[in-house]
């Protein structure tokens, strides 16, 4: 078990940032679970992550041996885009969840990955092999995934640094003010239901910092088609920062409330709610993925097409009611 001194310039920083500065090969996050997990000590005693070290402190930390997943593998086609020793590039479709998690401990994206590679990365732990990045169920489009614990560093500080980049489309509600906008409103879990997210600007509330570049595309009369760019990458982010800007995603039942065209005997409309129903989710997709390959340094870049579904409601909007 290895064992770090504090020296006097380290004094009064916290437990976790220590760690994180010092052991240059386990990443912030697992250091994090080794922290909670109790195989992490200051003095010999299991510390808080934010307690504060003093000059001459002891920490000492064990990084147990990689558990066996119990996660099956299933022979689940996947709809690769790019794929070497290092990564997966993959095409997620809409209504896949990306890990087991309670209540979807089969048919996820990672059953599928065990079945198709021979090793994923280690560090998200044993139910979430490999994965570097997330997708929510009803999103669909590109997602990267890492076949070893040095490819999985390098893209998640790519994602730290911004140099990763990642872009969805989104068919939204309205007929926004803007050309292009920058959402800076941090998110998290909100206060009254912890099933979602929400735009935090209490600091008694948990939050962390999130920002959302959005840029229109094209305007349909009641709907408007955007790009949204991750600078960061919360849960629900575009979907969160899209209502927060008075326009949510089109289908999103959590943050628009299920809401729908007034249709009276309007065929158009009743064709358009029709579409949205037939969306099953938020008409949202991960369109655009690029970042440099971890042992190559190329620069890697990726497209994909919206989902049928999304790409039939958007095309109808567009043929009758598009600029």
Request: aromatic share 4%; glycine share 8%.
């Amino acid at each position: 078990m290895p064992t770090l001194v504090v020296a006097q310039e380290d004094e009064g920083i916290r437990v976790d940032s220590f760690l994180a500065a010092k052991v240059s090969d386990t990443s912030r996050s697992a250091l994090r679970r080794l922290i909670d997990e109790g195989c992490v000590t200051v003095n010999g005693k299991a510390p808080r992550a934010s307690q504060q070290l003093r000059t001459g402190d002891e920490v000492t930390y064990a990084v147990p041996d990689a558990k066996p997943s119990h996660t099956s593998a299933e022979d689940i086609a996947l709809d690769v885009v790019y794929e070497d020793v290092d990564l997966i590039v993959l095409n997620k479709p809409k209504g896949m969840v990306v890990h087991p998690a309670p209540g979807a401990s089969a048919g996820t994206l990672v059953n599928a990955l065990l079945s198709h590679c021979k090793g994923l990365s280690t560090i998200g732990g044993e139910e979430r092999p490999g994965i570097v990045h997330r997708l929510d169920k009803q999103t669909s489009g590109l997602i990267v995934v890492a076949k070893n614990d040095v490819t999985h560093r390098h893209l998640q500080k790519q994602i730290q640094a911004r140099t990763a980049i990642r872009k969805y489309l989104a068919l939204v509600w309205g007929d926004p003010r803007f050309q292009q906008a920058e959402v800076d409103a941090p998110i998290g879990r909100h206060p009254a239901d912890r099933k979602k997210m929400a735009v935090i600007e209490s600091s008694h509330h948990k939050s962390r910092d999130a920002v959302t570049d959005f840029c229109v595309l094209e305007r349909f009369g009641p709907f408007t088609l955007l790009e949204a760019g991750l600078r960061t990458g919360r849960t629900h982010q575009v979907r969160v920062h899209a209502a927060f800007a008075g326009h949510p995603v089109v289908g999103d039942a959590v943050y628009s409330g299920n809401r729908r065209l007034k249709t009276g005997r309007n065929e158009f409309m009743l064709e358009v709610n029709r579409l949205i129903d037939e969306l099953q989710g938020q008409a949202l997709h991960a369109y655009q993925l690029s970042f440099d390959h971890p042992r190559t340094g190329e620069r890697l870049e990726f497209t994909s097409e919206m989902s049928p579904e999304m790409k039939k409601l958007v095309e109808y909007i567009q043929a009758h009611c598009g600029e």
